[in-house]
């Protein structure tokens, strides 16, 4: 388990597949990260119930600037979480779906906007 006070900028778990209470601890983690600007979960068995509740940390203004969550289990379902998340965020401006269960092309295209509007604020 990761301290209360934490001071990290990245973060990166890749091919191993933790339980469910030990992603969600390690979402807890996440949120009390002021820090945290990258995270990266790749072939996590990340659902859309995980992505619904980074969504709500992405979407109350957790301030990463990219997440990864490709090769996960993640539909369009998650990925529709994901898009309120980011349209709510002026953060985050790299979202990282691929190889995941399925996104529609709508949903991809709304997260795509919104990342390049994020980028361009960010450049300014």
């Not at 900028?9 to 009390?32: C, F, M, W």
């Amino acid at each position: 388990v990761l301290p209360n006070s934490l001071y990290f900028t990245e973060l990166s778990i890749r091919y191993t597949v933790p339980s469910k209470n030990g992603l969600h601890a390690l979402l807890d983690a996440v949120q009390r990260s002021p820090h945290l600007e990258k995270l990266e979960l790749q072939a996590v068995k990340f659902d859309d119930r995980d992505a619904s509740l980074l969504a709500e940390m992405i979407r109350k203004g957790l301030q990463l600037r990219s997440v990864g969550l490709y090769d996960n289990k993640i539909t369009n379902i998650g990925a529709a979480a994901l898009a309120d998340g980011v349209d709510a965020n002026e953060f985050i401006t790299a979202l990282d779906l691929s190889d995941n269960t399925g996104s529609s092309n709508g949903v991809l295209d709304r997260i795509a906007k919104k990342l390049a509007a994020n980028e361009e604020a960010t450049l300014r």
